[in-house]
């Protein structure tokens, strides 16, 4: 199975992080990951998906892979579809989730996220929201995480 690396911060990112983060993917990629997984939601998801469209750029001789993940089907998927295909090198919604009421979804598509990646880059700066569950989350499942 390939090795696997996924990202999670606060929505709003209020500092240059592009640097460090491009710095851990970078990193992740030399110790084996070739899929990046995203939501795609957010100031920090943007810097993350940045980040590894400029290192999958740097070694295009590497087969590697930038993965969004939504929690839910919504309208946006169809409507901006061409963005989507451009951007990544899939479009997945979790079938865990067939289920799932969508107040949760983003909750547990992140867990998804997380219990399919070795290696885990967040970005907290609080001790409350999305992003601080999921460093929980990644904590108890014994990730290797990487703060930003």
């Given at each position: 199975m390939e090795?696997?690396?996924?990202?999670?911060?606060?929505?709003?990112?209020l500092e240059n992080i592009a640097p460090a983060l491009k710095k851990e993917v970078a990193r992740a990629v030399k110790e084996g990951c070739r899929v990046f997984y995203t939501g795609?939601?957010?100031?920090?998801?943007?810097?993350?998906?940045?980040?590894?469209?400029?290192?999958?750029?740097?070694?295009?001789?590497?087969?590697?892979?930038?993965?969004?993940?939504?929690?839910y089907y919504t309208q946006s998927l169809q409507e901006n579809r061409e963005y989507y295909e451009t951007?990544?090198?899939?479009?997945?919604?979790?079938?865990?989730?067939d289920d799932v009421h969508y107040k949760a979804a983003i909750s547990k598509r992140n867990q998804?996220?997380?219990?399919?990646?070795?290696?885990v880059i967040t970005y907290t700066i609080r001790e409350y929201?999305?992003?601080?569950?999921?460093?929980?989350?990644?904590?108890?499942?014994g990730k290797d995480i990487r703060q930003i």
């Open positions: 090795k696997a690396c996924c990202g999670f911060g606060h929505r709003f990112v795609a939601q957010g100031d920090f998801d943007t810097c993350f998906t940045e980040a590894v469209r400029a290192v999958i750029a740097e070694n295009k001789q590497l087969p590697l892979r930038l993965i969004c993940v939504k929690p951007k990544f090198a899939e479009v997945l919604i979790p079938s865990v989730l998804w996220m997380i219990e399919k990646s070795d290696i929201g999305g992003a601080y569950q999921a460093l929980c989350y990644a904590q108890k499942q």
